[in-house]
């Protein structure tokens, strides 16, 4: 016997609203997360000092860098585990749980009293950032029209650079000696985290749950209820008329999510765009990882920069990764996503190679290599924040969080947890050369992620997320060919 099936306009009505204040608010009270990992990665970076000369903690640098790997840990199993949940429980749910959690724990850090209560709650900060990464990808996409979806999530991405620079700043102040304790400063620093979660938690009380979740769990009517309440919002704040939509989907009975069908949909259905997805987030997440974490150690090393001064140094550098997704984001909508996620992938690879042949020259000084870094990165942050928004918009809407979050881990592990080891061994022996190599195979990987991208890539710009992969509770899934429209006529 036949399931009943459903027909709802929710996701026609959703792409077809106008950019609006409800639309501005999503961004500010969702895309915070990136500025709060930026802000929480640079600082315990700039803090590594002061946890050292600290009377109540007195870190080695062994364990300074073994919390930053128990953040990095963190980050990987909260977005494993909440990804699951996410999809399971709903966006608005975990997205409040998830941002508590990273407000609770960066609170309780700096409360540490020895290296062991430092140790857990670095990971359970990591946890909440990691486990943000897929409810807050999830819920943005699934809120934005498709048209300006592609800018958007650029240069949401692209934020984390500004958590980065005022992470920077706030460092100088809060480790002056002449201003707090050595063992006061890099309290505050992390305090000031949950302070900044506080007035998030208040924004995301305005957001509804994602119409388009509701919509594949059996609940239309809610689904409708939702939309129509920020129709209502929009009418209002744009004084606009919307128009009317003709476009349906087709519902069966909601997808029971379970390992098995993520894998058997990542393998089975889509296993270009999962060879696609693991090599555009393995490959920007060595370049990022080792250059990023590894920057100071170049400077002070190869170019004689005072330690207290490499916070100066980053300014610019997280400039140029901040202005790369927003000036260029408009192309990835217009020109198309395989065209410029090719573009910069591959002109983030060389000029990695050619700073890295300056670099081995001795050409450079502190401020041109910086340069240098800033023009790779205006490129390679555009790319990379391209490939979060791949792994997003390219799945079944049931899978679309764990899937974020497995994106998220396989590329952390694969590309971003061995390479500032590598380049810090090979930072370490002082060698140029050593250290060109080091450049030409990231700018190896990031030319090979572009190859891929034009071999493999989805034409995902201006289509609805349904048009890219039709959900799987969708009556049309399995007789349309995945990346073609399935919407009909009323």
């Not at 201003?179 to 985290?193: C, K, N, V, Y």
């Not at 999962?274 to 090393?301: D, E, H, R």
């Not at 260029?328 to 395989?338: H, I, Y």
Request: charged residues 15%; aromatic residues 10%; hydrophobic residues 50%.
């Amino acid at each position: 016997m036949a399931s009943p099936s459903t027909l709802t306009d929710v996701p026609a009505r959703l792409d077809r609203l106008p950019w609006s204040r409800f639309h501005r608010l999503v961004v500010a009270a969702l895309g915070i997360t990136w500025i709060l990992d930026g802000l929480e990665v640079t600082l315990a970076g700039s803090v590594a000092a002061a946890l050292q000369t600290s009377p109540r903690l007195h870190l080695t640098a062994e364990q300074v860098g073994l919390n930053g790997s128990a953040y990095l840990a963190g980050a990987v199993l909260g977005s494993l585990f909440f990804g699951h949940l996410t999809d399971r429980l709903g966006r608005k749910k975990l997205f409040n749980v998830t941002l508590g959690l990273y407000l609770v724990a960066t609170a309780l850090t700096a409360f540490s009293w020895n290296f062991e209560s430092f140790l857990f709650f670095r990971f359970m900060t990591g946890a909440g950032i990691g486990a943000e990464y897929s409810a807050i990808n999830s819920a943005i996409q699934e809120l934005i029209p498709a048209r300006v979806c592609g800018r958007t999530d650029l240069a949401i991405n692209g934020s984390f650079w500004i958590g980065a620079a005022a992470g920077a700043l706030v460092s100088v102040w809060l480790l002056d000696p002449d201003l707090f304790g050595a063992d006061m400063g890099w309290r505050i620093a992390f305090g000031s985290g949950a302070v900044l979660g506080l007035f998030i938690l208040y924004l995301r009380r305005f957001l509804p749950e994602s119409p388009r979740w509701l919509m594949i769990h059996g609940r239309d009517g809610e689904a409708h209820e939702v939309v129509a309440g920020i129709e209502a919002r929009i009418v209002e704040s744009e004084k606009c008329t919307l128009s009317p939509v003709e476009a349906t989907l087709e519902l069966g009975d909601p997808h029971k999510l379970t390992l098995a069908s993520v894998a058997r949909t990542l393998l089975k259905h889509y296993p270009s765009r999962t060879a696609l997805g693991v090599v555009l987030m393995a490959s920007q997440a060595f370049i990022y990882n080792a250059i990023f974490f590894t920057c100071a150690l170049v400077l002070t090393k190869f170019y004689g920069v005072a330690a207290d001064k490499v916070g100066l140094y980053i300014l610019p550098f997280a400039l140029g990764n901040f202005l790369g997704p927003v000036l260029l984001g408009k192309l990835f909508d217009t020109l198309g996503r395989n065209q410029m996620i090719a573009a910069t992938y591959a002109l983030a690879g060389i000029l990695l190679a050619l700073t890295g042949q300056l670099f081995h020259m001795g050409v450079l000084t502190a401020a041109t290599q910086t340069a240098m870094w800033t023009v790779v990165f205006f490129f390679a942050s555009a790319a990379a924040s391209a490939a979060y928004l791949t792994v997003g918009e390219c799945f079944p809407l049931e899978v679309r969080a764990l899937t974020i979050a497995l994106f998220c881990a396989f590329g952390t592990l694969l590309g971003g947890v061995g390479g500032p080891w590598l380049f810090g061994v090979l930072i370490g022996g002082g060698d140029r050369g050593s250290v060109l190599v080091g450049y030409l195979f990231g700018a190896a990987l990031m030319i090979v992620a572009a190859v891929v991208e034009l071999l493999l890539g989805v034409k995902a710009e201006g289509k609805s997320l349904e048009g890219l992969a039709p959900p799987l509770s969708s009556l049309e899934a399995s007789s349309v060919p995945a990346g073609q429209s399935h919407h009909k006529p009323t």
